[in-house]
């Protein structure tokens, strides 16, 4: 299909879907679910709301003028907003921030109670429970049974992005203009991002081997771990409407599907043919992200119903090649996804990795030992992945010394890289070397300060043990 038919198809899906949606949204009660099935609190699964940001917005936004700087760096949910890629070459923080700050000021302090993100994070703070009692059993059953879903939600506004997660965090915007006044709409985004929290906890331990090619890693990730957060969030719209949600709308076009299912093969078939700075930016331009996330929830939920949750859970503990055989295992004819092949020859980064999961200490050593007599080999975002997955799944075994080879090597290939220190700290933490743990945090600090925001507090004690 040409691209200019379907941008108008887009067009008119998308006018006669918000007439359709707003009709309905705006005629439906705040209300959000009263009960729930199950009786499961965010405490049982480690998650916990944190609403200090948006509430010191609006109860002192004075204070926070007197010093916007000092606010982003101290305060936890800014302290990971700023860690956003566009922020680092650009002054922290933004012009159109501070106005944002000084029109709450504006505000009369006894009405900004019933502003939008601060009656927004108050309802989000009453309902949490009663969410994750109705949402977590959703979302882990497309989980392996080990996963890790524990984070903090915090809740801020004016932040950019307005959901995201990172390293078990997650930031959600109260005040969303998106949110159509609804926190259904909060609530339904927040299931994405849970999700991510435990994908990305569980992606290092993937048993089926990673590609050699960085970008193409990303854009497999991607469609697998971005299209079953989509998938969840329709699954869950019916508690949690989400209404002129783009991916969702998308979804329900079998035109549309299909239309993006070409793009995403194009982009599985031709990634390696540019270099990966053009690349990465071909595969994540808005139409080709668009056609990952929806072609990867159409493929969810093609498996969820010919082939059950299990099968759907499975491939996330395997990984996303696996993702793409089994969904093309049941496909219609004309809608398979091209399928990866496994690589012929493996490079030792993929040796190395591959030795971790199978427990192979002795050729893991012999290919650690060859890597770090190469130096600095190709030293790119593919390496840095091989090399992390590694030192976490020697971790997660109880190999310390081999992950304090591993991770150091990871520091000699990518000084520069604030998270080579972090991972490096994270593991001297475990075993107790605290003088250790805190020389590696506060080298990440010093080569970005931003990361102070995933420094553990210990960091800044004196103590010497």
Known sequence: MDKKWFVLIIILLGVSGVAVYSAIWFSLPSSLPLSSQHNITCAQWGIAFDSSSVNRIYTNPESI???????????????????????????????????????????PSQNRGTERAMAGSVEIMGHADLYCGNALPVITSVLPQDADLETTVYLTTYNDPEAFAFRSNIVMDTGSRSHFGKTSKFFNILSHEIFHVGYFNHQPFQTELWPEDYTLHVVLVTLQNDGIAVFLQKDLSDLYPAPMEIDLLLLESKVAVRYLMTRVNHLLQDVDTLDEDESMAHAFSGLNQRALYVVGAHMARTIDEKLGREALAETVSTGPRSFIHV??????????????EDPVMLVPIQVLRKSAVEKDYVELERVLGGLREEGNMNSGGIEFEHLM??????????????????????VLLFPDHPS????????????????EAQEAYRRAQELDSRYSSVVPDFVYSNSSD
């Open 327 to 340: 969904y093309n295992s049941v496909a219609e004819e004309g809608m398979e996804v091209h399928e990866v």
């Open 420 to 435: 080579s220190h972090i991972y490096l700290g994270d593991v001297y933490a475990e075993m107790g070397w605290v003088k």
């Open 65 to 107: 003028l007197e010093n916007p700087a000092y606010f982003w760096q101290e305060d936890a949910a800014y302290g990971l907003v700023a860690l956003a890629p566009w922020y680092r070459e650009s002054e922290i923080p933004p012009s159109g921030w501070i106005r944002d700050i000084e029109m709450v000021q504006s505000v």
């Open 389 to 410: 997955s590694t030192g976490l799944v020697l971790q997660s075994q109880e190999q310390h010394d081999l992950a304090i080879e591993v991770f150091e090597l990871m």
